[in-house]
């Protein structure tokens, strides 16, 4: 841990004093982006540059500011590529910061390291989208630690591999934004009992604006995942809805075929409806258990066959202290505090209400920060309550 400290000490200490350019290569998710940006200090005087680079447009856009952040075009050779910047930082900037960006060659000059930048050559990019495809599938089988979510496992769990009730095959989850919707059915998804009860399983994590050939590739990939040559068919831009029409038609002639497909982060009901039109949810509703995990309770109830929604609860306080134990300092139990840094300690947890995430930023926070109350106060005013 100090080790750490003084890694995270001495990086603070260059991005300060020093104008850099940083390239991220094939960032893959949301959670990634904000693991890495928590400890860059992007300074607008010294017009830092953060490149970002993903095979995920959601993705891509998220790390430029989401919403807010400007689109345009880069040609590789005879591709085609979305791109995303942030353009209330570069607006900011002073106008000698900026015409000294217009030029990369006045950028390096102002850095004493120096940096490898790997540009992909056009050919390569279909060969890494399928190797991306099978880390992800690999990534997918990676359970998060759930601490507190007993009986909601137990239920979501049987509600997955109930053969009683197959008419019912949409399972919407709704919670808050970090109440720990997707680890929860992470940790159902790889449970035993679902892996032996489904004989196909896909994981689609919805990023916008939505694309009907990237739905159908991810899910039939997933689906295929056994066979080394699947996705060596057809390319990306060709996947049409017929090799999902074959893959159900022939495989449902076997005994016990049922799939299961994960839809992460939905927001909207058109969302929706594209999910259902990619899946053939109509047709072959009998092979399929849906979930859905959404924070938007309209968009639960659309995609439920019935009016029932699980809405997912926040941590009870000792379920939330044991949690912060966890992330914090390592093991569930908690260490040997003084009556002040108690205090601290529960306040930062009445400030995180419950929630999850918030427990794991704040403890992000603690970890690497020196154990004494002066320091858990400091962090403690900087904490914004949430509701």
């Known amino acids: 841990m100090c080790e ?15 104008r850099y350019l940083l390239v991220i290569n094939d960032t893959s998710t949301r959670e990634e982006w904000n693991s890495i940006k928590l400890y860059l200090r992007p300074d607008i005087k010294n017009a830092n540059r953060i490149i970002v680079t993903s095979l995920d447009e959601g993705v891509a856009r998220y790390c430029a500011g989401g919403l807010t952040s400007s689109s345009f075009c880069l040609s590789v050779g005879t591709a085609t590529l979305p791109a995303f910047c942030n353009m209330e930082l570069v607006a900011d900037e002073p106008a000698e910061a900026c015409s000294n960006v217009s030029n990369p060659e006045s950028i390096a000059s102002t850095s004493s390291e120096i940096v490898e930048i790997t540009v992909c050559n056009p050919e390569n990019i279909a060969q890494r989208a399928r190797d991306r495809i099978s880390r992800t599938i690999a990534r997918d089988e990676e359970v998060p630690q759930l601490v507190g979510r007993e009986k909601e496992m137990d239920w979501l769990v049987s509600a997955m591999t109930d053969t009683n009730n197959e008419q019912n095959n949409v399972i919407p ?33 919805v990023s916008y604006p939505l694309n009907k050939g990237n739905l159908f590739h991810n899910i039939l990939q997933h689906f295929k995942s056994n066979d080394n040559n699947s996705y060596l068919r057809r390319p990306l831009q060709e996947m049409y809805i017929e090799e999902l029409i074959e893959f159900y038609e022939v495989n449902k002639r076997t005994c016990h075929f049922r799939c299961l497909v994960v839809v992460d982060g939905l927001s909207t009901t058109q969302a929706w409806n594209l999910v259902k039109s990619s899946l053939l949810l109509e047709d072959y509703k009998a092979l399929l258990r849906i979930i859905v995990t959404t924070r ?28 912060f134990c966890l992330k914090a300092f390592g093991r569930a139990t908690e260490v040997k505090l003084s009556a002040e840094m108690v205090k601290q300690k ?35 005013k900087n904490i914004k309550l949430y509701q």
Request: glycine share 6%; net charge neutral; aromatic share 10%.
């Open 4 to 18: 750490i400290q003084l890694i995270i000490r001495a990086l603070d200490g260059i991005l300060q004093h020093k």
């Open 296 to 323: 938007e309770l309209q968009v639960a109830k659309y995609c439920s066959n019935t009016d029932f929604v699980y809405n997912l609860s926040r941590l009870s306080e000792n379920d939330a202290s044991e949690l």
């Open 173 to 205: 989850i709704c919670g808050m934004r970090g109440i720990g919707k997707t680890a929860l059915v992470r940790n159902a998804y790889c449970h035993q009992d679902v892996i032996d009860h489904f004989t196909h399983r896909a994981w689609v994590t």
């Open 346 to 380: 529960y306040q930062m947890l009445d400030k995180c209400g419950g929630i999850p995430f918030a427990i794991v930023d704040v403890c992000q926070l603690v970890a690497y920060r020196p154990f004494t109350a002066r320091e858990w106060e400091s962090i403690n």
